[in-house]
């Protein structure tokens, strides 16, 4: 079945440090990839997505390239921010009949320091 | 736009209660899903609907869950007696219409504790 596999967490890392967080997923055909992200207290908000082969999904400085040949879909940002911590969410879509169900990864904490 | 939303935010029950959340989805859209979070098992989709009708309720732990849409703008589910396993936060999320069917906007949750 559709799964997603997601970097352990959680992420410590410094303000204005390189941030990737890693995600592979395996599907039948080809689902559209999508990244969440969870504020403190609060539900899921979309962050950023790609729907085929070689695009690159971006939104606040947060980009993730849709790797077809390695079913992957990392999340990058050049210079994290205090607040971009938070906990993200890899989320690919079912495949076949599952289209409008998302698989949600088990989530990576970040916690970016000053 | 509103957003999505649930009602209660907090809900504190004791054990054999029945236990009723409430989502208004955001105007428009046609899916609603309706997810479980906890710390030991993640995110978990119960159930969700298209149209108002259920369409995947594989996810629901059993019979004691039940999600009931009777319009397009409100759902509940229903927890009837509750257990203290019940305890996570619930989501609700709301997609389609003129957005991406795949774009689900979330609700901020309702934290249930069963005691």
């Known amino acids: 079945g559709d799964s997603v596999t997601q970097m352990e967490g959680p992420v410590t890392l410094s303000e204005e440090a390189f941030l990737t967080i890693n995600c592979t997923y395996t599907?039948?055909?080809?689902?559209?990839l999508f990244w969440y992200v969870q504020y403190p207290g609060e539900g899921l908000q979309l962050l950023l997505k790609?729907?085929?082969?070689?695009d690159k999904g971006s939104n606040k400085g947060f980009e993730a390239t849709y790797r077809k040949e390695t079913t992957s879909f990392h999340l990058e940002k050049g210079s994290v921010q205090v607040s971009d911590s938070a906990v993200y969410f890899c989320?690919?879509?079912?495949?076949?009949?599952?289209?409008?169900?998302?698989?949600f990864g088990k989530g990576t904490l970040l916690t970016v320091n000053p | 736009d509103a957003g999505v939303i649930q009602s209660p935010r907090h809900e504190v029950t004791e054990m054999g209660q029945e236990v009723t959340l409430r989502c208004k989805p955001i105007?428009?859209?046609?899916?609603l899903f309706w997810y479980r979070q906890t710390m030991m098992r993640g995110l978990e989709l119960l159930i969700y609907?298209?149209?108002?009708?259920?369409?995947?309720d594989s996810g629901m732990p059993e019979d004691r869950f039940s999600a009931k849409m009777p319009n397009a703008s409100f759902s509940t589910l229903k927890i009837q007696p509750s257990e203290p396993r019940d305890s996570a936060v619930y989501f609700c999320?709301?997609?389609?219409?003129?957005?991406?069917?795949?774009?689900?906007?979330f609700g901020p949750g309702t934290r249930l504790t069963v005691t």
């Open positions: 989320a690919p879509t079912g495949s076949g009949g599952s289209n409008y169900k998302l698989t």
């Open positions: 599907a039948t055909g080809y689902p559209s």
């Open positions: 105007s428009g859209h046609d899916y």
């Open positions: 609907f298209n149209n108002n009708v259920p369409i995947d």
């Open positions: 999320a709301s997609s389609g219409g003129r957005a991406s069917p795949h774009e689900q906007y």
């Open positions: 790609a729907t085929k082969a070689d």
